[in-house]
């Protein structure tokens, strides 16, 4: 939790789901203790324990649009507290308390939150503008209609809405930078978002900020406006899934709970139809891990990663190294929508039991590099986005993102080893971990990116 504005008589805190690239937001007036939350995540817990040790009552809910990224908390935390649930008109949501438009507004003590239409992610989307009692400005809540360096992606609703979305996202942007210049501008997307393309850090901006640096905002016609926006990555299966959850509203549980299971117990769960997913550090899984299992680091997007190789139906058991990583990487699959969550292995448990272990070859690309000088025959596998494997890649690389590689193993020479990379090891680690699960037994995990073997000297490949 950080303060992002501090100002009598308002306070909003932020919270960073960094996984999911997402911010949350509670506005206080401290005079009244009146709290309303922006976009909140399902695991309302934190909010509720903040707002307990701060004497704040949590007056309202409101979503900017419908989330396409995680499970809206906004029912829950009307279930916990009788806040007033409130989302954009015509949003489609079920069971809220308000629907808003445009000049609408909805108190926060003394202040208000005044709802900006700003269509282009979704169409129904809106933007809170919190003002207070003079009708000052104190902080835009953008949500992906204006995000640091960019603004969210058009075409989640399917090729059909991408250009009038996009068209729609241009006007928007023009009207929200019609705003004071030094006005926070606070966006529930950010960097590590798949709903969009920023590649900053910085999780708040101002509208001069926007207005000076933003690539969208220098374009000089929708055209070139067009060409900007529509370099956008692939982008995790299990978005397909999140609006109808999200318009269907339905309230869950406030807390998170985990347990741990006995080897014999993970084996039932494994058994019964549950995939395993190792949160474990890569170089962990690396030397030793259970066979079968997925690979999916909880240092990273993790349940971007998980929730694009496994659908949010079929039941997962976590094998972590300590119960913090387990309960952390539980919160993290909840947010998109995982309820069967069996419990979680120890993965020491499993070896002092003396269960059998699978490991993988890592290298790096200079390893990499001397193999194939030597003569030896290896199929090299990128399974970065598309804009990275356009800027460079090894020569004779086979593409393919890591939820592809299923699909391809068949296709493998089984005969000669196969190289998995991406920039940094974290998106191979998952591939490596797929292809053992298909059966390829001669799977490398190469640790380092394509500026590794640039800097030894070899060439890369570009493509248009």
Aim: aromatic content about 6%.
């Amino acid at each position: 939790m950080t303060t992002v504005v501090d100002s009598r008589p308002a306070l909003v805190e932020q919270w960073v789901a960094t996984e999911l690239g997402n911010s949350s937001y509670v506005v206080v007036d401290r005079n009244s203790g009146d709290a309303a939350v922006i976009d909140p995540l399902c695991d309302v817990d934190r909010y509720l324990a903040a707002a307990r040790a701060s004497g704040w009552r949590v007056a309202a809910s409101l979503d900017t649009h419908v989330h396409n990224d995680f499970v809206s908390g906004g029912p829950t935390l009307r279930a916990a507290t009788g806040c007033v649930f409130a989302v954009p008109d015509s949003s489609g949501i079920a069971g809220v308390d308000r629907t808003l438009r445009g000049g609408d507004e909805l108190a926060v003590g003394s202040m208000s939150l005044r709802a900006i239409h700003s269509p282009g992610h979704t169409p129904e989307h809106l933007s809170y503008l919190l003002v207070d009692a003079d009708g000052t400005p104190l902080a835009l809540f953008s949500g992906g209609a204006l995000m640091v360096g960019t603004m969210a992606r058009p075409d989640l609703l399917g090729p059909s809405w991408t250009y009038a979305l996009s068209r729609m996202g241009r006007e928007t942007l023009q009207q929200l930078l019609t705003l004071p210049d030094a006005l926070s501008v606070l966006p529930t997307h950010g960097g590590g978002s798949f709903c969009g393309s920023a590649t900053s850090n910085a999780r708040v901006t101002t509208v001069g900020a926007e207005r000076r640096d933003n690539p969208l905002a220098q374009a000089r016609d929708l055209a070139h406006f067009l060409a900007i926006h529509a370099k956008q990555g692939r982008y995790p299966a299990y978005y397909a899934r999140m609006a109808p959850i999200n318009r269907a509203a339905e309230p869950g549980a406030a807390t998170v709970t985990t347990s741990q299971l006995s080897v014999a117990a993970f084996d039932d769960a494994v058994a019964g139809g549950a995939i395993a997913v190792d949160c474990r550090a890569y170089a962990d899984f690396d030397a030793a891990h259970v066979p079968g299992s997925l690979n999916v680091p909880g240092d990273g997007p993790f349940s971007a990663w998980v929730g694009w190789v496994v659908d949010i139906g079929t039941p997962v058991a976590l094998v972590a190294a300590s119960e913090p990583a387990a309960e952390e990487a539980t919160r993290q699959l909840r947010r998109i929508g995982f309820h069967d969550l069996r419990g979680w292995l120890d993965a020491h448990d499993w070896i002092a039991d003396g269960r059998a272990t699978a490991t993988v070859v890592r290298c790096t690309m200079g390893d990499l590099a001397e193999r194939i000088l030597d003569g030896e025959h290896v199929t090299v596998i990128d399974v970065r986005q598309e804009n990275e494997w356009a800027q460079g890649h090894l020569p004779g690389a086979v593409h393919a993102l890591a939820p592809d590689l299923p699909g391809i193993a068949a296709r493998l020479d089984r005969r000669e080893p196969v190289a998995v990379h991406c920039a940094t090891g974290y998106r191979s680690a998952l591939g490596v971990s797929m292809l053992l699960r298909e059966g390829i037994d001669d799977v490398w995990h190469v640790s380092e990116g394509v500026e590794a073997w640039s800097a030894l000297g070899y060439p890369l490949v570009t493509s248009a």
